[in-house]
């Protein structure tokens, strides 16, 4: 079918954002069990904090002369829109970011710092408002997952990790609207399809899993999503595109809780030194919790943590069930 | 004179690490002022949080079979401990560690879960009882400092901040013992000699920067150096292998206070995703603080940090004079 990513594709799109996307290590993780080691893979690095830069700026290059004279619009719980925000900032872009009102407040705050103009709608909106303020005002629309281009940027990720470490067993990724888990999987199955390539998602927001079981896609009322502490993973998996590809090469989904996602949070900055934000610790979550063999390697997708949520988390471990009733 | 330690050592010190070690990535830092951009080197990221791990596998490496059957003794206040150990532990080497009994517990205890014995004495015997205890009972010394071998595995994170960056303009690097600054700035200076080394100390520890004000080794008493909360930065430059590198290759040492230390932790973490020690922020602190023009790095040496000090900086920035207090 048409809209299907390839790893021509994907090479492209490598090439292309090579000039401003950070080409992000693997971390060993020093207290893997020797039976299963694990490599982290830091999106957080990158310079807005979570992998969305790569799909957004391998749409935005594609689009430039439009993007300039219509301006843009992205909708986004906070990662896609702050990436949109920063390269629309450095491109000389006018754009327009539509969020869910229940976003955390320094996601918020982080976008419109860089300029942008913020739009807060109710969460049921938030995948419909910007179509309406693109039809209303011209603007481009830059979405977070349901485009080729976008799912080919975030499959730069898989294309690193085998290019790091070609036997791979394990490649463990969030799924929350796909683009991420399409992009990986397909990218890893190209170059090795005997590498497992496992989604994650909180049990709290897991429609994907539940999709993916019943083979048709099936959508959760943000009233069921919004529960989880991973506040980037609350999105369904609804676009064509990304559930495609997911269909096809993700080999399944596992599901963690939320005390195991706050304790990932802790273990990684402490034992990885790395900051997580719950979306980007599921997969280490997963990880602690899992049973697989083989060489390991987590996604850690973005860290644009709340700060007071860090700071409990490192000295409250105990306490882990009540922070997230917050 | 000899015991210097050329290109042609840093090089070969790469190679012979390079199966152990992380090659630390160049992380761009977002919010840079534009007419100064920055780079991390986060050796936060290596398996024993610290860049000690380059500098004591080059010397292990090399003196196995004689360390297989003696053991080893090392002396430090946190990290080069937990690079010997570690090392140790996956070598199958008896280790034992001397450490001042004012270590933070967590670096303390990170030691003796990985098998190698401590040995706590008052800090103004930490830098000796390590020979005493060599004299005894035959075990063979692995200094953190003065030692070629030593000095030029830590040099390798100059030269991979020049392999990655090689327009660099200005380094910066924290000076304790003595061995990264006087290796960094050798291997800087050996491949773009007008790149600025400059060396960074908490301003309560800054024997290094009057040493080099009167062009001679002065040693500052521990009641004094212990004041600083950068707990890796209250060693002398004692040693002759990295003073006289330094004296010949850095260009110069700035000082930061303890408020601009603690404020650079919270910075690092909330707004480059990296968790750093107060040892391990002092370069970012002076980068802030600092005018040079160009394009910098501030090598983040390590990340080994008490929980508890990073969660109050996380929610009490404006109350970080009173943090290291206690």
């Given amino acids: 079918m048409t809209g299907l990513v390839t790893l021509a594709d994907i090479r492209a799109a490598a090439d292309r954002i090579s000039d401003t996307v950070v080409r992000t290590p693997l971390v060993p993780f020093a207290l893997a069990d020797p039976g299963r080691p694990l490599w982290i893979k830091p999106e957080s690095l990158q310079p807005t904090a979570a992998f969305k830069l790569r799909g957004a700026y391998n749409k935005i290059k594609q689009v430039l002369p439009e993007a300039r004279k219509r301006g843009i619009v992205a909708h986004s719980s906070g990662n896609h829109a702050r990436s949109v925000a920063w390269l629309a900032q450095r491109l000389g872009l006018r754009a327009v970011i539509v969020m869910p009102d229940t976003a955390p407040p320094n996601k918020i705050d982080i976008v419109r710092e860089l300029g942008a103009e913020v739009v807060l709608v109710p969460p049921a909106l938030r995948d419909t408002h910007g179509f309406v303020l693109a039809e209303r005002h011209g603007y481009l629309p830059v979405v977070p997952f349901d485009d080729p281009a976008v799912v080919a940027g975030q499959a730069t990720v898989g294309l690193e990790i085998m290019e790091d470490l070609p036997d791979a067993d394990v490649v463990l990724v969030p799924v ?102 719950p979306s980007g610790a599921v997969t280490f979550a997963a990880y602690l919790a899992g049973e697989t063999t083989g060489k390991h390697v987590a996604i850690l997708s973005g860290g644009s943590v709340n700060p007071q949520l860090l700071a409990d988390v490192l000295t409250e471990p105990t306490r882990l069930e009540a922070l997230h009733e917050r």
Same sequence: chains 1, 2.
């Fill in 176 to 277: 929350s609207g796909g683009g991420l888990a399409a992009g990986v999987a397909t990218a890893v199955k190209a170059l090795r399809p005997r590498t497992l390539v496992i989604g994650v998602e909180p049990a709290l927001a897991s429609d994907a899993a539940q999709s993916l079981r019943e083979g048709r896609r099936v959508a959760w009322e943000p009233e069921r999503t919004y529960r989880t502490v991973a506040d980037g993973l609350r999105t369904n998996v609804l676009g064509e595109v990304p559930w495609e590809q997911i269909r096809r090469h993700l080999d399944g989904i596992v599901t963690v809780g939320e005390e195991q996602i706050l304790d990932a949070v802790r273990r990684l900055a402490l034992d990885a030194r790395l900051v997580a934000e």
